[in-house]
């Protein structure tokens, strides 16, 4: 009845139906400041030419990140993505594939699938991985869920986890939006002055369900005291770890130094950033956390003639089982992103993982030796390891450091006082596979300039 009523007509039985008087009653709870209450600014209508030179117009204001000197990273590096893996992701095979409900016809994207997993497996020293969730963020609150779901029962320190300190704001605020309404405790580990987890801070979280930290972590340190954490914190505890898959061509797989859970982001295989996303998390465990991971799982089994075939073995979504028993509310994840890592990885094979890995470590290296140098630049944490990034003080406030070389055509690393407040001048540089050594001596020269000018106080 109401789809017979002109427009007028059907908004009043609407809103009458809903208890209300007038439109501005539907929208009550938005306050009045931001409320627009005008027509809304738009052009009149233009033909495809105008429409298309408009665009080109707009987006000409971007500067693309290869067109520029970059050494801002914090989480997402820039990076190169075989013209192969491009070619091979735009078959129609892969690209219009959603989730292969019907193996029979999915044979192929789910045999893809399936590598994937393996990949990953092998990469992380685990028994098991899915089929990936959002991002790095997504798979570490969905591991620290997880572990409750497989802990608690036995836990002292009930609907208790602990992550690092240094775990980035972003990242922490995912877990507590995933954490909340669950009566979930969060509490965070020390780290000591070199940036390495403070292993008597570590103690306290001993019976708790689950301790995430980061390797590298997010200053870029990597951290070779992670290999006591499981014996510290105990087998009911899941030891779970976020890693940058790139650099397990070099660093040891956390699954052979105790992880139960092994997430982060995989961007690196296979993805370019492209202005953030999309992404894709990675999620690899030991099999006791098998039936209490997110997403879901291909097998490989045999069919009844006796060949190979694949399916869906393990789908925990709400979408595939009752509602009060799923695992997660993870729906759409980013198989094709995911897919994209998996052709990267086979192309690169592990000796050209090897060799990426020790680009992103030559150039981290190079960066350091030739920063240091400058006067007025001291490096935190001088005497650690790193991996694609390092933290440098500055002899005064990181952004305006920042500023000016943004005004001198580098794009430079991250202002930390943005994580952490009281580092004002504290500033993270990150580099990798695409980082030349010609990029680093125009960041030195930039900085050496700023430097100089703050030292006898006159504007760069």
């Given at each position: 009845?109401?789809?017979?009523?002109?427009?007028?007509?059907?908004?009043?039985?609407?809103?009458?139906?809903?208890?209300?008087?007038?439109?501005?009653?539907l929208?009550?709870?938005?306050?009045?400041?931001?409320?627009?209450?005008?027509?809304?600014?738009?052009?009149?209508?233009?033909?495809?030419?105008?429409?298309?030179?408009?665009?080109?117009?707009?987006?000409?204001?971007?500067?693309?990140?290869?067109?520029?000197?970059?050494?801002?990273?914090?989480?997402?590096?820039?990076?190169y993505?075989?013209?192969?893996?491009?070619?091979?992701?735009?078959?129609g095979?892969?690209?219009?594939?959603?989730?292969?409900?019907?193996?029979?016809?999915s044979?192929?994207?789910?045999?893809?699938?399936?590598?994937?997993q393996?990949?990953?497996?092998?990469?992380?020293?685990l028994?098991?991985?899915?089929?990936?969730?959002?991002?790095?963020?997504?798979?570490?609150?969905?591991?620290l869920?997880?572990?409750i779901?497989?802990?608690?029962?036995k836990?002292?320190?009930?609907?208790?986890?602990?992550?690092?300190?240094?775990?980035?704001?972003?990242?922490v605020?995912?877990?507590?939006?995933y954490?909340?309404?669950?009566?979930?405790?969060?509490?965070?580990?020390?780290?000591n002055?070199?940036?390495?987890?403070?292993?008597?801070?570590?103690?306290?979280?001993?019976g708790?369900c689950?301790?995430?930290?980061?390797?590298?972590?997010?200053?870029?340190?990597?951290?070779?005291?992670?290999?006591?954490?499981?014996?510290?914190?105990g087998?009911?505890?899941?030891f779970?770890?976020?890693?940058?898959?790139v650099?397990?061509?070099l660093?040891?797989?956390?699954?052979?130094?105790?992880?139960?859970?092994?997430?982060?982001?995989?961007?690196?295989?296979g993805s370019?950033?492209?202005?953030g996303?999309?992404l894709?998390?990675?999620f690899?465990?030991?099999?006791?956390?098998?039936?209490?991971?997110?997403?879901?799982?291909?097998?490989?089994?045999?069919?009844?003639?006796?060949?190979e075939?694949?399916?869906?073995?393990?789908?925990?979504?709400?979408?595939?089982?009752?509602?009060?028993?799923?695992?997660?509310?993870?729906?759409?994840?980013?198989?094709?992103?995911?897919?994209?890592?998996?052709?990267?990885?086979?192309?690169l094979?592990?000796?050209?993982?090897?060799?990426?890995?020790?680009r992103?470590?030559?150039?981290?290296?190079?960066?350091?030796?030739?920063?240091?140098?400058?006067?007025?630049?001291?490096?935190?944490?001088?005497?650690?390891y790193?991996?694609?990034?390092?933290?440098?003080e500055?002899?005064?406030?990181?952004?305006?450091?920042?500023?000016?070389?943004?005004?001198?055509?580098?794009?430079?690393?991250?202002?930390?006082?943005?994580?952490?407040?009281?580092?004002t001048?504290?500033m993270?540089?990150?580099?990798?596979?695409?980082?030349?050594?010609?990029?680093?001596?125009m960041?030195?020269?930039?900085?050496?300039?700023?430097?100089?000018?703050?030292?006898k106080?006159?504007?760069a």
């Amino acid at each position: 009845m109401v789809d017979q009523l002109p427009n007028l007509g059907r908004e009043k039985v609407m809103l009458e139906t809903l208890g209300l008087e007038s439109m501005d009653d539907l929208f009550s709870d938005i306050p009045e400041s931001v409320r627009m209450n005008d027509e809304l600014p738009l052009p009149v209508p233009q033909t495809e030419e105008e429409i298309i030179a408009d665009a080109r117009r707009l987006l000409g204001a971007n500067v693309a990140l290869g067109d520029r000197v970059s050494f801002l990273g914090a989480g997402l590096n820039r990076n190169y993505v075989p013209a192969s893996v491009f070619q091979l992701v735009t078959r129609g095979e892969f690209l219009t594939s959603y989730t292969p409900y019907q193996p029979e016809v999915s044979q192929g994207m789910l045999q893809a699938m399936w590598e994937f997993q393996t990949l990953i497996s092998e990469l992380v020293g685990l028994e098991v991985s899915n089929l990936s969730v959002y991002d790095a963020s997504t798979a570490a609150a969905e591991a620290l869920t997880c572990s409750i779901r497989i802990h608690n029962k036995k836990a002292t320190q009930k609907d208790t986890v602990y992550i690092s300190e240094l775990v980035p704001p972003a990242r922490v605020s995912v877990i507590e939006n995933y954490s909340q309404g669950g009566g979930v405790v969060i509490k965070t580990i020390k780290h000591n002055e070199d940036g390495t987890l403070n292993l008597e801070s570590l103690a306290e979280a001993a019976g708790s369900c689950g301790v995430y930290v980061e390797q590298p972590n997010p200053l870029g340190i990597l951290d070779g005291g992670l290999s006591e954490v499981k014996e510290i914190i105990g087998q009911n505890t899941a030891f779970i770890v976020g890693v940058s898959p790139v650099s397990l061509g070099l660093v040891e797989a956390p699954g052979n130094y105790g992880a139960d859970i092994v997430v982060g982001e995989g961007q690196s295989l296979g993805s370019p950033i492209t202005y953030g996303g999309p992404l894709y998390g990675i999620f690899a465990c030991s099999k006791n956390y098998l039936r209490q991971m997110p997403g879901r799982i291909v097998g490989k089994s045999i069919d009844v003639d006796g060949n190979e075939a694949f399916c869906l073995t393990l789908s925990t979504r709400e979408q595939h089982i009752r509602r009060h028993r799923a695992t997660s509310n993870i729906c759409t994840n980013e198989t094709l992103i995911a897919l994209m890592g998996a052709m990267h990885m086979s192309l690169l094979g592990p000796e050209g993982l090897k060799l990426l890995a020790q680009r992103n470590m030559a150039a981290c290296q190079l960066a350091k030796e030739k920063i240091v140098k400058i006067p007025g630049i001291s490096l935190p944490h001088e005497s650690g390891y790193h991996y694609n990034e390092f933290a440098i003080e500055l002899p005064g406030s990181a952004s305006d450091c920042l500023e000016y070389l943004d005004s001198r055509g580098v794009i430079g690393g991250l202002d930390l006082s943005n994580w952490y407040p009281d580092k004002t001048n504290w500033m993270l540089v990150s580099v990798s596979d695409q980082t030349t050594s010609n990029d680093i001596e125009m960041l030195c020269a930039r900085i050496s300039i700023w430097c100089e000018s703050v030292t006898k106080g006159v504007k760069a």
